[in-house]
């Protein structure tokens, strides 16, 4: 099957990269299902009902499909479990090339989507690992830090001063179509960043100085951010997260990568490019 007549699935195509990635691929013309709980229509695709959770959904999704852009089940704390019998039905149905939404926190064969990771290149003859860095888009979505952003001015975390190389959701999509549709796919995985990297404490005082709006850092323990978190998230899911505040703090995040430049041929985009074009569309 050429890229021309192939067809992607994209999981996960009503959330943050998902549905960058299915717009990218009709907009450029490739055929494309989008997999959602409730099938939910996407513009220029063919809509199809996907539960991780409802193996009775799987085999009408990957009816046809060659290729699949993989989003793990949000809050699980075992994907591997859930997502490695689905991997090897899509291979039996003919897909033969697959990406795969990771974390820059989250090494092959770790915690989690680290087991996925290290099982992907023994299941599919193409494939690509995708590990962006903290998405820009939490701040500025449906996501806690949003939330407390427009209710309260403030964001709350266990990173201390410690920095990340957040990256723009619009900048993972760009480079999952073109390890789904490149003639080769990288075979490797990828760590995906901005331009630069920032603190917490710089996040809040961007938006203060592009919104006009005074917002703050608030710095919690890790016990604080786990015991918070375990309040709306199952406990095991939140001590991991407060974890990886606490890996920021110490330093893991601090880094950037050319991998956009590289694979996309256009620099990542700024956190502050991107606060200023989302006060553009409010406005």
């Known amino acids: 099957m050429t890229t021309a007549t192939a067809t992607t699935l994209v999981i996960g195509a009503t959330g943050t990269t998902g549905s960058r990635v299915a717009a990218h691929l ?34 009408a999704a990957l009816d046809g499909v060659d290729r699949v852009y993989l989003v793990p089940p949000v809050g699980e704390p ?55 860095s903290w998405f820009m888009q939490n701040f500025t979505g449906t996501h806690a830090h949003a939330v407390s952003i427009r209710e309260e001015g403030v964001i709350r975390t266990a990173t201390g001063s410690g920095r990340v190389g957040f990256v723009d959701a619009e900048d993972i999509a760009a480079v999952a179509v073109r390890a789904l549709t490149d003639d080769a796919a990288p075979g490797t995985d990828l760590v995906l960043t901005g331009p630069e990297s920032l603190a917490y404490g710089d996040v809040a005082a961007l938006f203060t100085e592009v919104t006009g709006h005074p917002v703050t850092h608030r710095q919690l323990s890790y016990e604080q951010q786990r015991d918070r978190l375990a309040t709306e998230i199952p406990e095991e899911f939140a001590a991991m997260l407060a974890a990886m505040d606490r890996a920021i703090a110490e330093g ?21 490019a991107l606060l200023e074009r989302e006060m553009r569309d409010i406005n």
Not at 82 to 101: I, T
Not at 107 to 124: C, D, I, M, S, T
């Open 26 to 59: 009709t907009t450029a013309g490739h055929r494309t299902k989008t997999a959602s709980r409730r099938a939910t229509p996407v513009p220029g695709t063919e809509p199809v009902a996907f539960d991780w959770y409802r193996p009775t959904t799987h085999d």
């Open 78 to 132: 075992d994907p591997a479990a859930v997502m490695l019998p689905f991997l090897h039905r899509a291979r039996a149905a003919g897909v033969h090339r697959a990406v795969l939404l990771s974390s820059s926190a989250i090494p092959e064969g770790g915690p989690a989507v680290g087991a996925v990771h290290q099982e992907l290149p023994k299941l599919f003859d193409h494939w690509a690992v995708l590990r962006p």
């Open 252 to 272: 893991a995040e601090d880094r950037t990568t050319d991998t956009v430049q590289r694979i996309t041929g256009r620099p990542p985009r700024s956190f502050r």
